[in-house]
């Protein structure tokens, strides 16, 4: 199942985003529900306080048969409560997500085991799975960490971002042993050679997959051919485009992206 992420085109709306989506024939999308100024060129927007704006998106969502797989941003901090996300994990139950993402940058192991257990926990009971996304600027900066931190909360799972996969260091291959403890995969691609501002590459500045050196293909030849993708693939040179024509490139190289990995497999 390929999903469009909401940072392929952060400009877009949540309206706007289903909208793109459903036109270019994804099978859903990873919404982010609110916007972030710290993301250059972001829609303003408020899913989890506008309760009319939520069951717009709800609606659009159902109508059109591109759901929500998975929401943003749930980001913990080193003072970050469980029940500081109670009111974004409501919002994304009722917006018919299935998992919810985190981004960790409490670098205390125990306090941060804690909140995240608290938060699944919250999730859980919310019919939420969660996801956590490594990074290398964060906390939780690589696979490694990300699976030590799924063996302290059982049942939590990782969100496998190919960019900070090869910016942490790794590839596909430290994936293959764990592949079931992951939940999905964010796919994009980028040069080789990290630059010095990796929060901005991952934000506004990636490549649609098969355009870089990162070998997309390998990482879902991997995880095998029943697992869920996004494209996350916001690309600057092209950002000024219609939101349909940017969601319409990205499916294109999603089917490229998907072709490609079903040769891998058949490959002596």
Known sequence: MAILDHLTIASATPLELIAAAAGAGFDGIGLFLHGMPEIAGMADFDLIHDLNARRACRDAAVGTGCGIAIAYPFTVSRTSLPEHFRQSLDAAAELGARAV???IFDREPARRGETVAGIYHEAQVRGLQVG???FPVS????FAAAVALCDAVPGLKVTVDLLHLHRAGDSPTNVNAHRDRVLMAQIC???RTAPADLFAEASYDRLLPGD???QP???LDVLGPGMEFSI???VLDTAHLPHI???RRAKQAADRLLEAAALRRTEP
């Open 101 to 103: 993402n985190l981004l």
């Open 139 to 142: 906390a939780i900066a690589n």
């Open 132 to 134: 956590v996304e490594f």
């Open 212 to 214: 870089g050196d990162l």
């Open 232 to 234: 996350e693939a916001p």
């Open 245 to 247: 024509e940017c969601a």
């Open 189 to 191: 691609d980028a040069p």
């Open 217 to 219: 293909a390998a990482l």
